[in-house]
């Protein structure tokens, strides 16, 4: 049957939610009762080594487990089969359920989450299984982290939040900290994918740095910070677990401790000590960070370093985060005029080795990838693309997003310092163009349209559960028999129900043309930021193809067709659930469906 606009369009129904075009700060200030400015504090903590479906596939609303288009790989069957080798059993593993009421799922032990080492090895999507093994399809639901799904419930979650990284923590941190992994500033080095090249001190005592290692040779935003005038601190307890890179940086280390910047960036908070690691349940860091709420002395900008135990890192539990999270955002709701100005954020580094059905973006820093219509420096190390990495898990609590809303736009950690530099007008030139044009910068999360008293209003408290028993039901649950893999009897579904979702700067769109040997698409972006347009072709063990295209710009793709070949498949993904396929061969030569 020849390639129709008609058949196109059948093919293309549901699809359209990702074409949507607007844009959220635009449309925020309206009326002129409310902008960015009335922003005084952001609040970021980042927790450790969760995926985005591992948490959250299964909440209403969201592009979770009832995606309607998942990637296939080259085999046909869509992303969530991964199938492991032979030799291990050649079992096809679905995601599954891990019931923290029944086994010690709040207890799991860390999985692979190194780096990548090789595109060519990710290509298809397809190598869960030998990479990561079947615990990496294991998830979790409302009943096993009611605050964080309540905390959706109430705020906003980013569903198209991405680590920036295909890594472990270090160079994400490092992206989250200073804009960069070192690669955009011309530092090639092996801290720039792995965790190695640094400093071993996994603690805050500045007298435990190692004085071999000199530190990390480009500025952080921290310091541009400092040198703006703006205020800005790290929370942190004695135990920081390695997650405070400005200790790797040449400016804070050696430091007298009486100075301004090691206050700001390397002491940690009163009561806490060596001796009170094992035990602690880090009040001290809550305490400290509500000191400065009752006072109203947040800093503009506030970075909090977990310990361990509450950092949600496996083997740590994630009742234990919840609980940390909770008491943190009920010290804001405590203080209406305090709360009134803040932003909290909630990210989290990288996946660990936890599946996301989404593939990340990628730039094509070959031609055999695809092309850009932007400069892709700072995005290849050693002929591979870093990042983005696995989608995680991203809250936005404030009273500008209230609601229940999602969001998705991608962002990945670069995104958080995007929105610092719209609200305090401090530049952090080590983001690269690729990160700028294609990951956002958060404004779209949120409605500043909104007069005082909806700023001052706390009743959301009302939404969120108690966490007092939290630690206790997960120490239970840790001495419940050790989660393992179970075969589910079909996919998991999410819970029904929908959620409102936020504008997004996306009119996306894509033109095909069938010659007698090849198909042509091209790719308009109408839209207001740049976007990935990913192409699979049916059964192409080679990987898809990556077409980066700035705001008002086009890209086009031409793919071979055997003269033979009655029909070729083609599917198109793009942000926000974008969904084009194509089907046609010999006999559609002539042929120009639109998208």
């Known amino acids: 049957m020849p390639f129709t606009r008609r058949r196109f369009m059948k093919t293309a129904s549901g699809a359209a939610l990702g074409?949507?075009?607007?844009?959220?700060?635009?449309?925020?200030?309206?009326?002129?009762?409310?902008?960015?400015?009335?922003?005084?504090?952001?609040?970021?903590?980042?927790?450790?080594?969760?995926?985005?479906?591992?948490?959250?596939?299964?909440?209403?609303?969201?592009?979770?487990?009832?995606?309607?288009?998942?990637?296939?790989?080259?085999?046909?069957?869509?992303?969530?089969?991964?199938?492991?080798?032979?030799?291990?059993?050649?079992?096809?593993?679905?995601?599954?359920?891990?019931?923290?009421?029944?086994?010690?799922?709040?207890?799991?032990?860390?999985?692979?989450?190194?780096?990548?080492?090789?595109?060519?090895?990710?290509?298809?999507?397809?190598?869960?299984?030998?990479?990561?093994?079947?615990?990496?399809?294991?998830?979790?639901?409302?009943?096993?982290?009611?605050?964080?799904?309540?905390?959706?419930?109430?705020?906003?979650?980013?569903?198209?939040?991405?680590?920036?990284?295909?890594?472990?923590?270090?160079?994400?941190?490092?992206?989250?900290?200073?804009?960069?992994?070192g690669l955009s500033v011309g530092q090639v080095t092996v801290s720039a994918v792995t965790n190695d090249g640094s400093d071993d001190n996994g603690c805050a005592d500045m007298a435990k740095d190692d004085p071999a290692f000199p530190g990390y040779a480009w500025t952080p935003y921290a310091a541009r910070l400092e040198a703006a005038g703006i205020s800005w601190k790290v929370y942190q307890e004695y135990d920081n677990y390695s997650d405070n890179p400005l200790a790797y940086f040449p400016m804070y280390r050696n430091l007298d401790r009486g100075s301004v910047a090691y206050q700001r960036a390397r002491a940690w908070v009163a009561g806490s000590t060596?001796?009170?690691?094992?035990?602690?349940?880090?009040?001290?860091?809550?305490?400290?960070?509500?000191?400065?709420?009752?006072?109203?002395?947040?800093?503009?900008?506030?970075?909090?370093?977990?310990?361990?135990?509450?950092?949600?890192?496996?083997?740590?539990?994630?009742?234990?985060?919840?609980?940390?999270?909770?008491?943190?955002?009920?010290?804001?709701?405590?203080?209406?005029?305090?709360?009134?100005?803040?932003?909290?954020?909630?990210?989290?580094?990288?996946?660990?080795?936890?599946?996301?059905?989404?593939?990340?973006?990628?730039?094509?820093?070959?031609?055999?990838?695809?092309?850009?219509?932007?400069?892709?420096?700072?995005?290849?190390?050693?002929?591979?693309?870093?990042?983005?990495?696995?989608?995680?898990?991203?809250?936005?609590?404030?009273?500008?997003?209230?609601?229940?809303?999602?969001?998705?736009?991608?962002?990945?950690?670069?995104?958080?310092?995007?929105?610092?530099?719209?609200r305090f007008g401090v530049a952090e030139p080590n983001i690269g163009p690729w990160r700028r044009a294609v990951c956002g910068d958060l404004t779209s999360a949120f409605d500043f349209d909104i007069s005082e008293a909806q700023r001052r209003d706390t009743s959301w408290l009302r939404q969120l559960p108690e966490t007092g028993d939290f630690r206790a039901r997960s120490d239970a649950s840790c001495r419940l028999p050790k989660a393992t893999y179970a075969q589910p009897p079909a996919m998991p579904r999410q819970e029904p129900g929908v959620r409102p979702a936020r504008p997004l700067p996306y009119d996306l769109e894509v033109q095909a043309h069938w010659t007698g040997d090849q198909l042509t698409l091209r790719f308009p972006n109408r839209g207001e930021a740049g976007a990935v347009f990913t192409v699979y072709r049916d059964g192409d063990g080679n990987g898809p193809r990556y077409y980066t295209v700035e705001a008002g710009k086009s890209l086009s793709g031409v793919w071979p067709v055997a003269r033979s070949a009655e029909t070729e498949g083609f599917a198109v993904h793009g942000p926000a659930g974008f969904y084009r396929a194509f089907r046609g061969g010999r006999a559609d030569a002539g042929a120009r469906p639109m998208a």
């Open 274 to 422: 060596k001796e009170s690691v094992p035990e602690t349940t880090g009040q001290h860091l809550v305490d400290a960070f509500a000191a400065d709420v009752a006072a109203d002395t947040l800093p503009a900008v506030s970075w909090i370093v977990a310990p361990f135990k509450l950092c949600e890192h496996p083997d740590a539990p994630p009742a234990y985060g919840e609980t940390l999270t909770a008491r943190l955002v009920a010290v804001l709701g405590s203080n209406p005029d305090v709360w009134k100005k803040t932003v909290f954020i909630l990210n989290y580094d990288e996946n660990d080795g936890f599946f996301d059905h989404v593939p990340p973006p990628i730039p094509a820093i070959r031609p055999d990838l695809g092309a850009s219509t932007v400069d892709l420096r700072g995005e290849d190390y050693h002929g591979e693309p870093v990042g983005l990495g696995f989608r995680v898990p991203m809250l936005i609590v404030s009273p500008w997003t209230r609601g229940g809303w999602v969001n998705s736009q991608v962002f990945d950690h670069t995104s958080v310092l995007r929105f610092l530099e719209r």
């Open 19 to 181: 074409a949507t075009v607007a844009s959220g700060p635009a449309r925020a200030t309206a009326s002129g009762r409310g902008s960015i400015q009335d922003v005084e504090h952001v609040v970021i903590l980042m927790q450790e080594n969760r995926s985005f479906d591992h948490y959250f596939g299964a909440l209403r609303g969201v592009r979770g487990f009832d995606d309607p288009h998942p990637v296939l790989k080259p085999n046909g069957d869509p992303v969530w089969m991964q199938k492991q080798l032979e030799k291990d059993g050649g079992e096809t593993i679905m995601p599954f359920r891990l019931n923290t009421g029944a086994t010690a799922a709040q207890c799991l032990t860390g999985l692979d989450h190194s780096w990548k080492g090789s595109h060519d090895r990710w290509k298809n999507y397809d190598v869960w299984m030998p990479e990561k093994g079947p615990m990496s399809m294991g998830h979790l639901t409302r009943e096993d982290i009611p605050y964080y799904y309540a905390l959706a419930d109430a705020f906003t979650i980013c569903d198209a939040y991405h680590a920036s990284v295909h890594g472990p923590t270090g160079p994400n941190r490092l992206f989250l900290f200073s804009g960069t992994n």
